[in-house]
């Protein structure tokens, strides 16, 4: 595998130092068994392999393979805890540019891949398993609702690498019919549209944004603060697994009143 550097992966080499990757899977999802707070924690990160299989999933995309990994991982993981009486968390580190884009990705079936990752990270969450995703680069588009939207918490680095949007730029000025420089300055009035954590951050959606020193090359107290973080999102996971968190935000306000109409209606 000729290895390509990035956040996903130098954060998991600090997260889970000196742990073996798991054997057995595509180059391209990394799996390490690392300890937080006296407890096993499984991270998965997505990394780049310039060998892929899969051209389109080169750069650290989520396609085919990295898809149906995700979803065997996540599924082993509920499946040997299944009688354990206190979950595993998953921890999923999160910097994927886009689901891979090609014709033999769509030939294939890659809505299935994704939908089968997606599906197990929330059968996890549902099972009982604290779900947390750390956003350290991207996370854009259909790859990140496949690894680690599902999450009970999403925690990310406030950092302008770290982008979180469904369309890339490029693509969302061609699709509307605008300059990038015009998309971005209708983007700076609308936070659903915009790119840069802070304005993701007021919809409501993270439990915590971090500032660290470096986000490429982390140091001993961006780590700690980060795996502080980490395991109060565990906690906070285990004392409530649901989703209502993410609707407490001004920005998530029409969102709540939509759920609110919805049960009087039903």
């Known amino acids: 595998m000729t290895k390509l550097n990035s956040r996903g992966a130098v954060w998991l080499d600090k997260l889970a130092p000196n742990a073996p990757r798991m054997g057995g899977l595509c180059p391209s999802v990394q799996v390490a068994d690392g300890e937080l707070n006296g407890e096993?924690?499984?991270?998965?990160?997505?990394v780049p392999d310039a060998d892929?299989?899969?051209?389109?999933a080169a750069k650290g995309e989520v396609g085919l393979l990295e898809g149906w990994t995700l979803a065997k991982v996540v599924n082993e993981?509920?499946?040997?805890d299944k009688n354990a009486g206190v979950k595993r968390p998953i921890v999923a580190v999160i910097d994927v540019p886009s689901q891979a884009y090609g014709r033999r990705?769509?030939?294939?079936?890659?809505?299935q891949a994704l939908a089968g990752a997606a599906g197990a990270y929330a059968r996890a969450r549902l099972a009982g398993h604290p779900v947390i995703g750390l956003i350290v680069g991207k996370a854009m588009s259909g790859a990140f609702l496949a690894h680690g939207y599902q999450a009970n918490r999403l925690i990310a680095i406030n950092d302008q690498g770290v982008l979180v949007h469904a369309?890339?730029?490029?693509?969302?000025?061609?699709?509307?019919?605008?300059?990038v420089e015009a998309l971005e300055r209708l983007a700076a009035t609308i936070p659903p549209m915009a790119y840069d954590i802070s304005n993701y951050a007021t919809l409501g959606l993270l439990s915590d944004l971090l500032n660290v020193s470096n986000p490429d090359a982390p140091s001993d107290a961006d780590l700690a603060l980060v795996e502080i973080s980490v395991q109060k999102a565990i906690t906070d996971a285990r004392q409530d697994p649901s989703l209502k968190c993410r609707l407490g935000a001004e920005n998530r306000r029409s969102s709540a009143l939509v759920r609110e109409k919805m049960r009087a209606a039903w």
């Open 105 to 111: 990705e769509e030939a294939f079936g890659i809505h």
């Open 167 to 179: 369309m890339g730029k490029a693509s969302a000025a061609r699709i509307t019919l605008r300059t």
């Open 40 to 46: 096993t924690v499984r991270f998965i990160a997505v």
């Open 77 to 80: 993981t509920i499946d040997a």
């Open 52 to 56: 892929n299989h899969f051209p389109r």
